[in-house]
């Protein structure tokens, strides 16, 4: 509890100092909780993200860096490996991978490569697989890009 | 009938013979073996044989393949450790596979790193360094206790962090064996530095996981299930085809006697099967049936049913068994990874499951078709039978005490004497196990099951039972009255001369009983 504490606090200091580090990700910390956070990341160039403004709420467990904080997006993302529900995030190092010397930034900038790179086997959102799976990448894109439109992007007017 | 087929009469040692400081009489060993259960006589076409393994024994195979490993590729004792749990402790594959493409077989486990930097930990003592766990820089001075220590691999963290992260993967399970550098980009296996970094008492632990992933390597040898037994019993031949269910019945150094086939206790004279099937029902009865249905599996290891806890596919079968495995697939987690499809997908299942292999739902189905009623009749006589065989067990251990030493005392018994009182009781549990499954047996027999076989069946049932309450209540009621100070020694003999024939009359009824089940009831 008290080196998750002091490393979070390490975080929160560095993400304070290099704000303009890393235009895509902005890391906030809840003001009266320093185990919950959130970020916004951009979409990647050149998917059906980009242009988008995603969402997540970070959740971190006691025994972190030891175990992954858990991750899930709170904007609405059509993606393979993203429960369409829940928000819900299938990535390797937040499970079996993890590795005490991720840090929360990582964390996001690894989930910006998996925007870019979906898993399509064994997904969370069975729709968005099975168009991938199918071969059918105009279909995903479409329907990726209509919900980012729908979701991650400042309405008009 | 005897049978010269030691493994199915019990062992001398099997229950620790009563034994009293003065060794005067030789009691009739035989006397003592023939009225200790009963043999099955016949039938079985294949031998099966057993032997304990303890811990030791375990640690030295282990040690033979390690150091065969490592002088043979000439790599560390570490590296030679990590390859065999990676590669399912199967020396020669690792012969094979490390001279046709030995980059390969170094870089999926994590031993990219030369030979001569893996002697383990490094302590630096100079200049500053970044530690990338605790986010912290350090200035090596005397002031701060804290100093780098890097890996093989070159990467360098402070010592508090790779102490807690070393220590904290070892409790966490076997994925310790294949602890990696903490630098994402790296991966090189650490394994030379957990003899440095972690506890006494972890240490002891990662030594568990290494003996473990041996024995779970080898489809022979099983970890006894009794809590806290070190013991493993490996099986010398034998492969199932031809065996009848008691053949595979064997008892631990622990004196717990197992089926070493489905690994519960033993349950002859029924099958494994029906006996999964009798305690998938008993659970599922308990809770809520659907549920359990759909989130419970035999772990492909013990066969223990076991409950998927979370989303994650990751299972862990709990003590002592400890197995690791895929839940959609049931195959060892060690073995998920690149070969099947990576971390997102079992390739295993997907390819089992469009062979429509998997019929959950037809399971659900069967089971809401048997009314509670008809199961209750004989989930009660099956528990009742449990639960005084429970309470024998317990009383048997205590008998010496109990009631031995004063009827020796009182009557001035010999031991072969006071042996008929010890099989008396050994005989009362193991037939209070035999009378428990053949209730399961009952169950599972078809509502349309030809009626004659059905009397029969009944018949004998109803004789072993009857024979068997006698024999009880005598060992457990009348003897006591024996055992006051001032009772009659004739009259002890009388008693002693029924048990005697009561024992052998029992063991005739059972033996009848189990016969005819393994018979399929032909008369
Ligand atoms: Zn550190
Ligand atoms: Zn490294
Ligand atoms: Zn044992
Ligand atoms: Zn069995
Ligand atoms: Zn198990
Ligand atoms: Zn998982
Ligand atoms: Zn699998």
Redesign the pocket.
Known sequence: MQQSRARLFKEYKEVQREKSADPDIQLVCDDSNIFKWNALIKGPSETPFEGGVFQLAFSVPEQYPLQPPQVRFLTKIFHPNVHFKTGEICLDILKNAWSPAWTLQSVCRAIIALMAHPEPDSPLNCDSGNLLRSGDIRGYQSMARMYTRLAAMPKKG | MMSDDEDMSYDDDEYPPYDDDDDQGDYDLEEAESSRGWDEDGGSGELVEFSLLSGRDIRARVDAAISEISSFLSVSNEAALVLLCKHGWNVSRIHEEWFSDEAKIRKSSGLTVPEDSSGGAEVRGKGTFFCGICLENYVHNNSINCSAVTAACGHVYCENCWRTYVNTAIIDGAGSLFLRCPEPSCRASVAGMINSLASDENRGKYEDHVLRSFVESKKTIKYCPAPGCEFAIECLIGDGSNCKVCDYEVTCNCSYRLCWNC?EEAHSPVDCETVAKWILKRNSEAENTNWILANTKP??????W?QKNQGCMHMT??AP???EFCWLCTGPWSEHGEKTGGFYSCNVYQEAKRNCEYNEQERIREMAKNSLQRYTHYYERWNSNRLSRKKVMADLDELPARILDKLSDIHRLTKSELQIITDAWVQVAECRRVLMWSYAYGYYLPENYDQAKKKFFEYLQGEAEFTLEKLHSLVEEELLKHTEEGASSGEYLRLQNNVFYLTRNTRDYFQNLVRALANGLQS
């Open positions: 690994s772990c492909p290891k013990c066969k223990k076991i079968c709990p068994c400890k197995f």
